[in-house]
């Protein structure tokens, strides 16, 4: 085991190398000197002092001056250190206001994995079990149109339907904490973020939902066509029994890296669903940064994403690894 | 080669068995029609206008002696036959904005004034477009790296599987956007960009595809009989890996659609006044209180092709994989 996570770890060095160095050749191969295309806002900054002072600072920290390889060395210290340069936007460091999003990012995915996968499992075993059942036909249609439905869609329409507007008002608009003057108890205050949370995660939820739960019925149903399934069957067992102690243990093991899949994806989609609910998180954070070009941030958040994604498919490789033994008396010869 | 042939009517025979399979291709088939007629199916001039003197046809030629009158008015007498919708995307009307559906409109009107079901048309154009050419981009650097690491293997292989790797840590839709807040956001950038990001599914499949394929007697014997590399995995190891290839491709064109759509939705898409279904969505939140047609009229279109594309491909899916098939009647 222990062999394996070396390798593995090992592994993630040049890979982690990789996704720096194109991150950091984006900035340098951006038509023209990207530190001209101040943002556009900031037209009367330009000629200030100060302005300069801080574009200045921004070549240096992107090394643009520099040859590529040496220019790319130096930047990638200062990522090592979590210094990420000075925001454009409001002139605090990058780091600060990275800060303050990531958390929210963090907990509105990790709600909804969980979401996902509590909802998924159960669903997909049922569907199989009652295959081809009232209840397995309508939940494939359900999931599919699920599995299609647009997010950006959905949450447009759950705001027009719940959020005020001609129909329902019992949602807030956005944000994540009513504006209310003074001290609120603790209790009131979870009370009103849950709440001020239940739009974005239905939205962040429902599609890894239907394409978890339709993997989950098709996984399963492979593995009881399995032959030790039919064994289990013709000795006696029950129906039950055997679906549950014999086929279910072993669907779950693709599930486990179906996680490092999907979270790239739900990165990705919080850029859409915290612009929708007005979340300030990351995604809100990027999607401002990328509207006023504010460069130190963007490459900071692809940076920070990238290696988040590459932590999740480390830990959904080394989970596989401890499921399936198989994978890491392969890497052993 | 025959053998080929019958393996692919094979698959169209079982493909011709799902019926909602059918359906979706039926759904993109006319989405394809209309994409392809949309000046015929929504413009503001007619296809034939029969003056005194001659007859014109004013959707398809330039007149000058017409100059730029509207022969939609009442006060131009004469024979005219307007298409169905008789509005152009761009021509916006200040006395009717954001109007519901109505028969003068059938879908309604935008902030503008512009008719939205003439919008809506135009924009199934861009989707169509940015949903085959950017998977084309794609399917083709996937083949082309794919095939390179499967046939070859050892170092070229561990090379391309790192590489891949590394494109897979990015998320594919923060990347997207970067490059598009740094090249600037237009259609040709938007495909590109989908392009050079997406290839890394295809490349893994054609890829394993090929790994299983070379230890194969017919490649090893077009080997020892002394073939060009390029002849034996494009003329003989492609044809053969293909069909999970589009498949993939198929599912691909939904998915790029929705990413057309979200760019768009976020302003980073297709540019005005170029229309496109998830700007008109975007347009939409503006005044979502009230004009709830705006909403979900263009969601309900990206939803229902989206929905035809994934149903093609799981009926592509299963009619090449039999087995699957039966398990799942």
């Given at each position: 085991m222990s062999r394996y996570l070396i390798k593995r770890l090992l592994l993630i060095i040049p890979t982690f190398l990789g996704i720096s160095l194109i991150t950091y050749s984006m900035v340098r191969l951006a038509p023209g000197d990207y530190t001209s295309l101040r943002a556009t806002g900031g037209g009367e900054l330009k000629t200030t002092a100060a302005a300069k002072q801080a574009m200045e600072e921004e070549r240096k920290l992107y090394g643009l001056d520099r040859p590529i390889m040496f220019g790319y060395a130096e930047w990638l210290g200062k990522m090592l250190t979590l210094d990420f340069g000075i925001s454009r936007k409001d002139g605090r460091p990058v780091s600060a206001r990275i800060a303050e999003s990531l958390p929210i990012t963090l907990a509105l995915n990790v709600i909804s994995m969980v979401l996902v996968y509590i909802i998924s499992i159960p669903a997909g075993i049922l569907s199989a079990l009652w295959k081809d059942s009232l209840y397995d036909r309508a939940s494939s249609v359900v999931l599919f149109i699920l599995y299609s439905l647009p997010s950006f869609w959905v949450g447009l329409l759950l705001l027009l339907l719940l959020s005020g507007g001609e129909f329902l008002n019992i949602f807030p608009l956005g944000g994540i904490v009513s504006d209310v003057p003074g001290p609120v108890p603790w209790w009131r205050l979870a009370g009103d973020v849950i709440w001020h949370l239940v739009l974005p995660v239905v939205t962040l939820t429902y599609g890894g939902f239907a394409f978890l739960a339709r993997y989950m019925r098709a996984n399963l149903l492979e593995v009881i066509s399995q032959q030790y399934i039919t064994t289990a069957r013709a000795k006696g067992l029950g129906v039950r029994r055997v679906l549950f102690i014999h086929a279910f243990r072993n669907s779950l093991v693709p599930l486990v890296t179906l996680m490092a899949s999907i979270l790239p994806g739900l990165l990705g989609g919080s850029v859409i669903i915290e612009s929708i609910f007005s979340v300030p998180g990351m995604g809100l954070l990027a999607y401002e940064a990328i509207l006023s070009r504010d460069i130190p941030v963007i490459m900071a958040i692809a940076s920070i994403s990238a290696v988040l994604t590459l932590v999740g498919i480390l830990v959904a490789d080394v989970m596989y690894s401890v499921v399936d033994p198989r994978i890491r008396l392969e890497a052993k010869v | 080669m025959s053998a080929l042939r019958g393996y692919w009517l094979n698959v169209w025979i079982q493909f011709k068995k799902n019926r909602l399979a059918l359906g979706g291709l039926a759904v993109v088939g006319v989405l394809f029609f209309v994409a392809v007629f949309a000046p015929l199916i929504a413009n503001d001039r007619p296809y034939v206008y029969v003056s005194e003197s001659r007859a014109y046809f004013p959707i398809f030629f330039n007149y000058p002696e017409l100059g730029?009158?509207?022969?939609?008015?009442?006060?131009i007498k004469g024979f005219k036959l307007f298409p169905p919708i008789a509005y152009s995307y761009s021509e916006y009307d200040l006395d009717s904005i954001?109007?519901?559906?109505?028969?003068?409109h059938w879908l309604g009107t935008d902030e503008q004034g512009r008719d939205l079901a003439a919008r809506m048309i135009h924009g199934t154009r861009v989707s169509i477009m940015v949903g085959f050419i950017a998977v084309f981009i794609y399917v083709s650097i996937g083949i082309a790296v794919g095939a390179m690491a499967g046939y070859y293997g050892g170092m070229v292989d561990m090379i391309v599987s790192r590489i891949i790797e590394i494109v897979i840590c990015f998320p594919t839709f923060f990347l997207i956007l970067t490059m598009l807040a740094l090249v600037g956001p237009s259609l040709v950038n938007v495909m590109v960009v989908i392009g050079i990001t997406g290839w890394t599914g295809i490349a893994r499949i054609v890829r394993g595809e090929f790994l299983k394929l070379r230890e194969m007697e017919y490649v090893q014997a077009s080997r020892s009989l002394g073939v060009r590399d390029a002849v034996i995995i494009f003329r003989h190891m492609l044809p053969n890996s293909l069909a999970p290839v589009l498949v993939s491709a198929t599912f691909g064109i939904a998915s790029t659609i929705l990413i057309e759509s979200s760019l768009s939705f976020l302003g980073f898409g297709v540019q005005p006044p170029t229309p496109s279904w998830g700007d008109i969505l975007s347009q939409s939140r503006d005044f979502m209180d009230f004009a709830w047609w705006l909403t979900l009229i263009p969601g309900f279109f990206i939803f229902i092709t989206i929905t035809a594309y994934n149903l093609v491909g799981e009926g592509f899916q299963d009619a090449i994989n039999p087995r699957a098939f039966r398990s799942k009647r």
């Open positions: - | 730029d009158i509207d022969l939609r008015s009442e006060k954001v109007l519901p559906p109505s028969g003068a």
